[in-house]
């Protein structure tokens, strides 16, 4: 079965940092890109980065250019989200996700909360 599983989230102030981990299981990780979601309180979720099956493309939203970086794993089987000058905007539940032919997989979300 696919899964994922998100970790590294925490309380942390404004202009701290944190790396955000996806591990991934019962799929040929480095077939397929996978993504980092997010969902703040009271708001829909949104894409926030996206990478590669090799780690050569990367997407990032507008809000989180510059201050994010996401990188890949492949023998791992590990997706991460360094997350740098972290404002209070960026509080919410951070998920991967997963395109895979039989649908779209979600990991369980990881809360990451920015104090000012």
């Known amino acids: 079965d696919v899964q994922l599983q998100a970790s590294g989230g925490g309380l942390v102030q404004v202009g701290g940092s944190l790396r955000l981990s996806c591990a991934a299981s019962g799929f040929i990780f480095d077939d397929y890109a996978i993504a980092w979601y997010r969902q703040a309180p009271g708001k829909e979720r949104e894409g926030v980065s996206c990478i590669g099956s090799s780690g050569e493309k990367r997407y990032y939203a507008d809000s989180v250019k510059g201050r994010f970086t996401v990188s890949r794993d492949n023998p791992k089987n590990t997706l991460y989200l360094q997350m740098n000058s972290l404002k209070p905007d960026d509080t919410a539940v951070y998920y991967c996700?997963?395109?895979?032919?039989?649908?779209?997989?979600w990991g369980q979300g990881t809360l990451v909360t920015v104090s000012s």
């Open positions: 996700k997963l395109n895979y032919p039989s649908g779209d997989y």
